[in-house]
């Protein structure tokens, strides 16, 4: 007796998702959707963007990065364990000045940024992408956890102010996507319209560092 529910309750659910296919032909893609192929991805890049994909390993990082024409591959000395520290490390600053009554003085840990960026963007990897204007990063990973635009290309000098210190925002413009499907890195395409974005009100002018054509 107990088969024979059960055979027909599956035949009621088969069913059900047959109508829900036919009345809804995205939702099985939705729910189950499929890898997307490197040629989807690189046919919606455009020729001044690179996709860049850590990954964090037991004993180093790689790092994959994608363009409109080619993927290269380069590897870091981080292990998963120091770039989990470097990202904690960059948080507590960030958690840190939220606490201040004047953020902008707040100390932040540039060794760590430095650190991270080298390890995520090791040389190679850089002098392949350095042309691309604009660096897409996943929203997942291993340093999904704080804004890539606060990775550092140079170790700060002593008493360096943030506006002079060597923010990747400052060189690269930088966006983070949450899905790499075809609709998803479709809209990464520039819009004839501009835009105005105004954050942190809490900083100073003079420590807001320049963004890459920006006018």
């Known amino acids: 007796a107990i088969g024979t529910r059960l055979k027909a309750q599956l035949a009621e659910i088969a069913t059900l998702n047959q109508k829900i296919t036919a009345q809804f032909p995205k939702h099985a893609t939705l729910g189950r959707p499929n ?29 994959i990065a994608i363009t409109a024409t080619g993927v290269f591959w380069g590897e870091g000395g981080g292990s998963n364990r120091d770039i989990a520290s ?9 958690d840190y000045a939220r606490s ?24 190679e990897l850089r002098a392949n992408i350095h042309s691309k ?12 956890s704080i804004p890539p635009s606060l990775l550092l290309s140079r170790l700060p000098k002593k008493n360096e102010r943030f506006a002079d210190q060597a923010w990747l925002i400052r060189s690269h413009a930088v966006s983070v996507i949450s899905d790499f499907s075809p609709s998803r890195v479709a809209v ?3 819009s004839t319209s501009e835009f105005a974005g ?6 100073v002018a003079q420590d807001l560092p320049e963004l890459p054509t920006a006018r």
Not at 36 to 63: G, K, Y
Not at 133 to 144: D, M, N, R, V
């Open 35 to 63: 890898p997307v192929s490197l040629s989807a991805i690189q046919n919606r890049l455009t020729a001044n963007q690179a996709l860049i994909i850590p990954l964090s390993l037991n004993d180093r990082t790689a790092t």
């Open 86 to 94: 470097f990202v904690n490390r960059i948080r507590a600053s960030i």
């Open 100 to 123: 201040m009554p004047d953020p902008a003085n707040a100390p932040f840990d540039g060794a760590a940024a430095f650190a991270l960026y080298e390890a995520v963007l090791p040389p």
């Open 133 to 144: 204007t604009e660096w897409l990063f996943p929203a997942s990973g291993p340093i999904s």
């Open 188 to 190: 990464a395409t520039r």
């Open 198 to 203: 105004i954050g942190a009100p809490l900083l």
